[in-house]
């Protein structure tokens, strides 16, 4: 009985690491039951600030300078060398969606997405733009924008993770679809099998949907995953 009781201690202890992992890199404290505004605002952020812009090629001073100054929130800094690049005409693609990333970081919302629109311009079939977009929406509110942006983001490169992690989110939070939260967050799982994050949620939509047995797998390979990267629990 005390050999159980301690698993179980120590299996919450896990599950508490599993939630802080997922919090991690978020610019508020995510607790679900403060609402849907908390949470969105925690998904758009976790979507821009853990995946910084791919589309910025490696090994640039100026776009080594960019991220570093928006990663230590240095933003003016950061906007005058973006404003120079655009100035120059020099990559806008990659000065278009670092603005975009910056102003989300400050916190403005819509002129985030009119830098990420000016990178949809002139990258059409980018599917981070859309993903970035789509974070956005949901940060707003807008379900229908929110929707077409996640599945042009699928649809473009179903390989994105991140995307099908949203996705997942956003089915499991906003509609309570917990077949589809399983179907997109079980392919983001096979993408990225060290994702606490896609292992936890997944496990809690198996458990919605009464499929204890992989609601217990899922929730072990949380947990090894938290335990693998040495997280404190």
């Known amino acids: 009985m005390e050999a159980r009781a301690a698993e179980m201690f120590r299996l919450s202890r896990i599950l508490g690491a599993v939630e802080r992992h997922v919090a991690r890199g978020f610019s508020v404290i995510c607790i679900d039951i403060l609402g849907l505004s908390v949470l969105a605002v925690c998904l758009a952020l976790y979507a821009s600030e853990n995946a910084a812009p791919s589309g910025i090629p490696p090994g640039q001073d100026r776009q080594s300078s960019i991220r570093d100054l928006i990663e230590r929130g240095q933003f003016s800094q950061a906007q005058e060398l973006l404003n120079q690049q655009i100035r120059e005409g020099s990559d806008l693609f990659s000065a278009y969606l670092w603005l975009g990333h910056l102003e989300l970081r400050r916190g403005n919302t819509f002129a985030s997405i009119r830098a990420y629109r000016q990178a949809e311009a002139l990258q059409p079939q980018n599917g981070e733009v859309h993903r970035l977009l789509a974070s956005n929406y949901f940060l ?9 942006e996640i599945q042009k983001a699928l649809a473009v490169d179903p390989a994105d993770e991140q995307a ?3 996705a997942g989110r956003f089915s499991f939070e ?5 077949a589809a939260t399983a179907q997109y967050l079980s392919k983001a799982s096979r993408l990225n099998p060290a994702d606490s994050k896609a292992s936890y949620y997944l496990a809690l939509s198996y458990a919605h949907l009464s499929k204890s047995d ?4 899922e929730f072990a390979q949380a947990r090894e995953s938290v335990e693998s990267s040495h997280e404190m629990y």
Request: aromatic residues 14%; without cysteine; glycine residues 0%.
């Open 164 to 166: 099908d992690y949203l």
């Open 140 to 148: 707003l509110s807008q379900r229908v924008l929110f929707k077409e």
């Open 214 to 217: 992989e609601a217990q797998n």
């Open 174 to 178: 906003v509609e309570q679809n917990f």
